[in-house]
């Protein structure tokens, strides 16, 4: 990765960092089988995981020391927390650390309805919060 990365890196969810938008294609509740990694299961058994490069992207981040957020205008909030929260992302390739919940790579959530500029200029408040400190 280049040395020089910015402060905050924001990913919306849907299509973005999986292939499906949480509130039109799974149903709750989110559940994961036992120590399953980068895949939490819906009412039907349907699949929800990350793209394959994105735990690669997330781990490279943290890192760095980048501030990682979620910015999801979706009408489905607790699903899409459930996701992150079950989710186990997998070490980085030839590391011995254990498997971590994807809900622990992200330091802001905006996840809920509405526009996406309101997302943004609340994680920019927090953002601005965390330098002055």
Not at 28 to 47: A, C, M, Q
Request: net charge neutral; proline share 6%; with cysteine.
């Amino acid at each position: 990765m280049s040395t020089r990365l910015p402060k905050l890196v924001a990913f919306d969810l849907d299509y973005t960092l999986w292939d499906l938008w949480i509130d039109t294609h799974v149903t709750g509740p989110l559940h994961r089988n036992k120590d399953t990694l980068n895949e939490v299961l819906d009412k039907y058994n349907e699949s929800v995981s990350f793209y394959n490069h994105v735990p690669q992207i997330l781990h490279r981040l943290r890192a760095a020391g980048v501030t990682i957020a979620a910015a999801s205008r979706t009408s489905a909030p607790t699903s899409a927390r459930s996701a992150l929260t079950l989710l186990l992302v997998p070490p980085m390739e030839g590391s011995e650390d254990e498997p971590m919940k994807a809900m622990d790579f992200f330091d802001q959530l905006e996840i809920y309805p509405g526009s996406k500029l309101t997302h943004f200029k609340t994680q920019q408040k927090l953002c601005r919060k965390m330098s002055s400190n």
